[in-house]
Nanobody
Framework: VQLQASGGGLVQAGGSLRLSCAAS????????TAWFRQAPGKEREFVAA????????YYAGSVMGRFTISIDNAKSTTYLQMNSLKPEDTAVYYCAAGRPRTVVTNSDDYAYWGQGTLVTVSS
């Protein structure tokens, strides 16, 4: 499975961005797609996830109500709509896919990772 992430950029605080993650290859081996992020000097953290079968979203508390994750099953593409961005949202965002066996927030449960896309929010 290959994941191609796109959509990062520079935005002012309060602005919006939409990230995309296109999956290709053996997508039948995937049932969940997620976004993680890593800010400079910090550990990678869970942002959001969505299950392919039921389109059920999961969010980190820090982005709840501001970010929306969705999936276009026909295109095998996952989107992360980010609104009301804050400077603390600045990070490299990574999309991940797999079949989590524990919880969707655990990065170790994702077998496939895309390249990161940088999101910079200026104050």
């Amino acid at each position: 499975v290959q994941l191609q992430a796109s959509g990062g950029g520079l935005v002012q605080a309060g602005g919006s961005l939409r990230l995309s993650c296109a999956a290709s290859g053996r997508t039948a081996s995937i049932d969940t797609t997620a976004w993680f992020r890593q800010a400079p000097g910090k550990e990678r953290e869970f942002v959001a996830a969505v299950t392919w079968a039921f389109n059920s979203p999961y969010y980190a508390g820090s982005v709840m109500g501001r970010f929306t994750i969705s999936i276009d099953n026909a295109k095998s593409t996952t989107y992360l709509q980010m609104n009301s961005l804050k400077p603390e949202d600045t990070a490299v965002y990574y999309c991940a896919a797999g079949r989590p066996r524990t919880v969707v927030t655990n990065s170790d449960d994702y077998a496939y990772w895309g390249q990161g896309t940088l999101v910079t929010v200026s104050s």
